[in-house]
């Protein structure tokens, strides 16, 4: 009896993988357009930022540390001593005061009154679009205008404001020798030009909220007020944040209304309204001293920029704790 062995297969050998087509030089193109397209279009942007942005920064942040000499454009190096001498001068404390107090002047009215006219402007008026171009006309007008227009209304003898203040046996008010005077006629120029200008900001948020929002408050008896603080508020949250960052840089870069609201333009014959860039002003192409000037450009770029994260930090909290309140109650209304 023979047993036969069992025939085994040969192993079958593994198929190369398909190789894949070449790609076709049209292909490539488009591939490297999607990848190189984005930074393409926003190359223009950093091009000019770093000319006239980021170089001046780093340039000026160089002739802080020298004395410098405009004529020879050299300097000698000095070390912090400029940073040392700017903080200990009076003047300069006197216009950081001078900078905070007419901020928070014109910042904080100016934020509440453009809120209520983006409010105002959000209803249902007539002539809308000439109440909005009535509205964003002041921060057309130039500011060098606007700042000689006020500084007349605001004058000590012959100005129209001390003389209705006359006419109703008010003592006229020293608008440009008292400190609170002289920053609150400075503040009132700001807020005429930069009110209208936000409250279109505004109102382009309030327009983006859902009227669904509104007849859904309504329905529930939510008044006008009611629907403002519960509604239209925590809605434009995001666009007032902006608003107010953007006011706050620009509150402590002011310069064209104190510059022009004497004729002097130092700031007051006892620096009551000389603000940090007046300051810079004055000691850059008045005393010349361009190295000390540098010094004062760069502590108020580390101002500003403590300013932005400090109000960074203040908005992330705040969106944060609105987020999880919001969490919590849709929890609650699943539950």
Known sequence: MTTTQPQTEAPIAPQPPRG????????????????LSPYLYIAPFWIVFAIVGLFPIVYTAFISFQD????????TMTGFDNFAFVLQDREFWLSLRNTFSIFVLSSVPQIIIATFI???LDKNIRAKTFWRMGVLLPYVVAPVAVALIFSNMFGDKYGLINGVLGDLGIAPIAWHVDVVPSHFAIATMVNF?????NALILLAAMQAIPRDLYEAAA???AGTLRRFFSVTLP???PTMIFVIITSTI???QIFDEPRMYDTNGQGGSNHQWETITLYLYNMGWVDFDFGRAAAVAWILFIII?????????????????????KAKKVKKVKK
């Open 20 to 35: 894949r087509a070449p790609l076709t030089w049209r292909q490539r193109l488009g591939r490297w357009d999607v990848k």
């Open 193 to 197: 030009r930069w009110t209208g200008y």
């Open 305 to 325: 920029v403590a300013f932005g994260l400090l109000n960074f930090v203040v908005t992330q909290r705040f969106i944060a704790g609105d987020t999880a309140a």
């Open 250 to 252: 620009g509150g402590l």
């Open 68 to 75: 410098w000499d405009l004529v020879r454009n050299t300097g």
């Open 235 to 237: 809605q434009i949250r």
């Open 118 to 120: 983006a409010a105002m």
């Open 219 to 221: 329905i529930d008896g």
